[in-house]
């Protein structure tokens, strides 16, 4: 089951690849994960598990 979360930017705009790695520090995922620029600063991350991250 995936999980998907929506993430809205503040401030300062950082790039997606910036984005990515920042994503990936912080839910420390176990499986890959997709992420989707939409607009105005939102963002779509979809984890392919349903426990997307470490404990």
Do not use: W
């Amino acid at each position: 089951m995936a999980r998907t979360i929506v993430i809205k930017l503040l401030g300062q705009r950082i790039a997606f690849n910036a984005l990515v790695n920042e994503v990936h520090m912080l839910c420390k995922p176990k499986q890959s994960f997709q992420l989707m620029d939409l607009e105005n600063d939102y963002y779509l991350v979809k984890f392919q598990d349903e426990y997307y991250h470490s404990k």
